[in-house]
Nanobody
Framework: QLQLVESGGGLVQPGGSLRLSCAASGFTLDYYAIGWFRQAPGKEREGVSCISVSGSTTNSADSVKGRFTISRDTAKNTVYLQMNSLKPEDAAVYYC????????????????????WGQGTQVTVSS
């Protein structure tokens, strides 16, 4: 059974940092592009960042550029989202998702393109 599990969420003060992890079980992430998404109460799910199969391509939303970094560790079968300079508007449930694109250098932040989803991890940014 293909499963993604997010971890690393929590409560942080504005300006603080968190690192989210997306671990896979039952399959290797080597053949999947990975996206991080977030959804705040009453809002649509938003594509935050994505990384291609090869890791050579990343794409991030304008709202997080320069603050969030997505990366993948093949040996650990895990994808990370390093979040720095967090703002109250970053608070949401964060999800990772996977899709098998034929193009190893391609990713997209559109939720509908992804096939496998984790359960999410809560990020709260508050003083």
């Amino acid at each position: 059974q293909l499963q993604l599990v997010e971890s690393g969420g929590g409560l942080v003060q504005p300006g603080g940092s968190l690192r989210l992890s997306c671990a896979a079980s039952g399959f290797t992430l080597d053949y999947y592009a990975i996206g991080w998404f977030r959804q705040a109460p009453g809002k649509e799910r938003e594509g935050v960042s994505c990384i291609s199969v090869s890791g050579s391509t990343t794409n991030s939303a304008d709202s997080v550029k320069g603050r969030f970094t997505i990366s993948r560790d093949t040996a650990k079968n895990t994808v990370y989202l390093q979040m720095n300079s967090l703002k109250p508007e970053d608070a949401a449930v964060y999800y990772c998702a996977a899709v098998a694109f034929r193009n190893r250098n391609y990713c997209i932040r559109r939720p509908g393109e992804y096939d496998y989803w984790g359960q999410g991890t809560q990020v709260t940014v508050s003083s």
